[in-house]
């Protein structure tokens, strides 16, 4: 298990940097006022960002997941691992409830980090110099917010979060499984690389689709209160009055930039942390054995430890 754990990590801090610009662009096309607009689209948020804020203005809110997703990487990978081995057969079914058990439990740390998150994502939008910083880093912003609204409020977006990453990671590992067995990604194949990058990356775009309305209306909750105003009441309020004001269009803002994101971040995780697997089982089994490393399938790694 502790292999688990420690891949997870690896692949945690190797996807953060590919895909927290595309983060942003994702989370200010979701939450921008419809009524007075200020991007057109994923190129144009991308170029304004660039412009009135500095190359920077991308990377804004990225304290919060350097430090949170490397743990919420190493949890995923860790339960999911461990819960194919309670689940004991290497089936489609127990992937995605290995998969699901990891996304829910992992919720604990992904929800407050990505209220920080978001709300530093949003800070001093169209300002290259924040005349007026409400929060000073993602740290400051959660203290912030406990000292104003507790527990409760450090946990905004909690069930929406549930919704999103309990399906969402089922999808995703059960997705990656199915790809890697269908390409017959072994240690010896000399493409082995680009089809495991092929394959995450795919399983973190089959992972969005599946649960991207509710991401929408997480940042809209999350996002909700930053100027001081309130909008919503809560997660039907929020659907009704979206629904309600920009059609189901709504549902699709900020996809082309989370699709851009989603494969090169999750191609890099899934193929850091198998390769990872890999490269100490190997060694651990010639150690063990003391003679030359031996060849390990790709995947038995998926029917014993990792399930990967």
């Not at 909700?224 to 709504?250: A, F, P, T």
Request: charge should be positive; include cysteine.
């Amino acid at each position: 298990m502790a292999l688990d754990f420690a891949a997870g990590c690896a692949g945690g801090a190797a996807g953060v940097l590919v895909g927290h610009p595309f983060d942003t662009v994702k989370v200010r096309l979701q939450v921008q006022n419809v009524d007075k607009p200020l991007y057109r689209g994923t190129y144009h948020c991308f170029q304004s960002i660039i412009r009135q804020e500095s190359g920077l203005g991308l990377y804004k809110g990225i304290g919060s997941p350097m430090m949170g997703l490397t743990f919420i990487n190493a949890i995923v990978f860790g339960v999911q691992g461990n819960t194919m081995r309670m689940l004991g057969r290497d089936t489609p079914l127990n992937q995605f409830l290995a998969g699901a058990s990891a996304g829910a439990i992992q919720c604990v740390i992904c929800c407050p980090m990505e209220l920080a998150k978001t709300r530093m994502q949003m800070q001093g939008t169209g300002e290259k110099k924040s005349k007026r910083k409400m929060y000073k880093n993602s740290l400051d912003c959660l203290v912030r917010i406990y000292k104003k609204e507790g527990i409760r409020g450090i946990n905004r977006g909690m069930v929406t979060t549930l919704l999103r990453e309990t399906p969402g990671f089922g999808v995703y590992f059960l997705a990656y499984d199915t790809l890697t067995r269908s390409l017959g990604c072994e240690p010896e194949d000399p493409y082995m690389i680009p089809k495991l990058l092929f394959a995450g990356g795919m399983s973190g775009i089959a992972s969005w689709l599946s649960t991207y309305p509710v991401d929408v209306i997480k940042s809209r909750l999350q996002a909700d209160g930053l100027g001081g105003v309130n909008q919503y009441n809560g997660i039907m309020d929020c659907v009704r009055k979206s629904l309600q004001k920009e059609g189901w269009r709504v549902f699709t803002r900020g996809l082309t930039s989370t699709l851009l994101r989603a494969f090169p971040v999750n191609a890099t995780t899934f193929a850091t942390v198998t390769l990872f697997l890999m490269y100490m089982r190997e060694g651990e089994e010639c150690s063990i054995q003391g003679s030359e490393p031996q060849s390990i399938q790709l995947q038995s790694l998926q029917t014993q430890p990792t399930s990967m």
